[in-house]
């Protein structure tokens, strides 16, 4: 009774919402600071550095999909070894001195010879600080609740659309704020106000940790996911069990058939499902197990061991069919920003709109969209479906993926009109001249992606934390990153395929002209293949099946 007692007193005092808000502090801090830093990325690269558009697009793609792929090795390090809290804290010290050392490498008292390659070192180590703190920050938030209690379960579902505000509350101050400052005061004092941004997460996320409910790490997930597939392969020759679920799942199963299970640490328990059934001959006993004193994890495995390898391999076709949403959202830090720079800017007779700040709308949209998702569509749609959230997880992203369709077809058209502008004006081989059409013809696209993103990433992040082995989330986290992290790199291939084929053919789609460059076409392609990737995700999620855990006391699990 006195660990039940500690147990619940510990609950009291500690996660919940109180804890909750300083780790959406610490999300609002860090994306100022992360988008402070890149949003006007794309410009440094082409006015500052003098690179070309196409070649500053594949620049910014591959750094962005090396940063959102170093979050799984941050979160098997957070998973297995450090756990959250030390990753957190440790990759925040990393990023500091990323984000010190370029502000430092864009001051004039660098070379130029030396600057580019300090720029880009600078921009990789903040990459590796952010492969530590972006997987585990939003599922130590999500940690706080408990998913045994009801009211905290509806909490945590909440939580992920709070978060997401947070961090677009961020993002839309430094799009406001810091490119203005990069455009009109220097690249120098920008990147500086980041640094101290970093700061202000840091000291929010210690302020905090007196409050946090902080899971210690369980050995390491991917060896026990490993033990799966060897403990299966090896009993190859047998045949699956016939019903669901025959195999051990605890102790007392074990006893019952003379297996000792190493007094395994309890956990909850998965509901046998009868997809891969391959995978099941882990769990049956045969005679080399039956005569071993104790259970050979290599030989032998729990049902809810293997139903987490079976969640694994579920997400698989999900992370799959999310690429192409992630080649198309890596338009809006690349081409948009740069159509934008030579389109009619003026607010008033002074003021010019930063061509970056154009993002903002994006998580301007998101703020205003979250409550009312939040707050009128989850309780009216709940009422209708009997689901706490409303619409499933899976409905939710694909409402966000044909948006994300709809703002490409509009990109593609907006486009279009520019080309004709200009040549109505005789502006076509005048790239750098200001050209008679507001810059405001490019927020649709942007608003189109601010509501997608309210579908689709929200969803996405919250799939991926809620169907991942529940000592594994921050991995799934790292999973959903790196989605756009492999995006981003397959669009700086597509950049290459689509200059080397229309350059061939006499027109240069992607050329440094965009007042002749047929960027439309270009946005044509991406809508086509978006679309291909829609029917192929809604086939995937028709055969998805969603975890179940068991209810009934008797069926306490193990971790294998």
Not at 179 to 186: A, E, F, P, R
Not at 359 to 372: G, H, M, N, R, T
């Amino acid at each position: 009774m006195e660990p039940m007692k500690a147990s619940l007193q510990q609950k009291s005092s500690h996660g919940g919402w109180r804890s909750a808000r300083y780790i959406i502090g610490v999300e609002i801090a860090e994306r100022f600071a992360y988008y402070g830093m890149m949003g006007n990325l794309f410009t440094y690269l082409t006015q500052s550095l003098g690179e070309s558009n196409a070649t500053a697009a594949k620049n910014v793609n591959i750094w962005f999909g090396v940063s959102t792929l170093l979050p799984l090795l941050g979160a098997v390090i957070a998973d297995s070894y450090l756990g959250r809290f030390k990753t957190i804290f440790i990759s925040s010290l990393i990023y500091l001195l990323g984000l010190g050392l370029l502000t430092f490498s864009v001051s004039s008292a660098v070379s130029s010879q030396i600057r580019p390659p300090l720029v880009f070192l600078s921009l990789y180590i903040v990459s590796v600080g952010a492969g530590g703190h972006k997987p585990c920050t939003q599922t130590f938030g999500a940690d706080q609740f408990d998913e045994d209690d009801p009211e905290e379960k509806k909490a945590k579902s909440s939580f992920f659309n709070w978060w997401y505000f947070g961090l677009s509350g961020g993002a839309m101050a430094a799009l406001l704020i810091v490119t203005y400052i990069q455009d009109n005061k220097g690249f120098t004092l920008g990147y500086g106000i980041t640094v101290a941004a970093m700061v202000v997460a840091l000291v929010l996320f210690l302020f905090g940790r007196q409050t946090y409910r902080q899971p210690a790490p369980n050995g390491n997930a991917l060896t026990r996911v490993a033990q799966v597939f060897v403990a299966a392969g090896r009993k190859w020759r047998l045949s699956a069990p016939k019903e669901e679920g025959q195999g051990i799942n605890s102790i007392e199963e074990g006893r019952r058939v003379g297996v000792a299970m190493n007094n395994q640490p309890m956990s909850r328990t998965l509901a046998p499902t009868n997809q891969f059934r391959f995978l099941d001959k882990a769990t049956i006993i045969d005679d080399v197990d039956f005569l071993n004193n104790c259970r050979n994890k290599w030989r032998l495995c729990t049902v809810t061991q293997v139903e987490e390898v079976k969640l694994l391999l579920r997400l698989v076709p999900i992370w799959f069919s999310g690429l192409m949403y992630a080649v198309v959202f890596a338009q809006i830090n690349t081409f948009f920003v740069k159509q934008g720079s030579t389109m009619d800017r003026r607010i008033g007779s002074k003021f010019l709109v930063p061509s970056a700040s154009l993002q903002v709308s994006i998580p301007l949209v998101i703020i205003c969209f979250v409550p009312i998702y939040d707050r009128i569509f989850v309780p009216i749609a709940r009422r209708f479906t009997g689901i706490p959230t409303g619409i499933r997880m899976l409905q939710r992203i694909g409402i966000g993926l044909v948006i994300s369709i709809i703002g490409m077809v509009v990109a593609a058209l907006v486009k279009a009109r520019r080309i004709q502008i200009s040549k109505d004006h005789g502006l076509v081989e005048q790239p750098k001249a200001p050209l008679p059409m507001s810059v405001w013809w490019l927020l649709p696209q942007y608003m189109a992606w601010g509501v997608s993103d309210v579908f689709t990433v929200i969803g996405l992040t919250e799939l991926f934390y809620d169907q991942m082995p529940e000592d594994m989330r921050s991995v799934g986290s790292a999973a959903f990153l790196s989605i756009f992290g492999v995006g981003s790199l397959l669009s700086s291939g597509i950049i290459s395929i689509v200059q080397s084929i229309s350059s061939r053919h006499g027109e240069e789609w992607l050329s440094n002209n965009l007042n002749e460059a047929h960027l439309d076409y270009y946005y044509w392609v991406l809508a086509g293949l978006s679309s291909l990737w829609l029917g192929l995700y809604m086939v995937i999620a028709k055969l998805f099946v969603y975890r179940k855990i068991h209810t009934d006391a008797l069926h306490r699990g193990f971790d294998g």
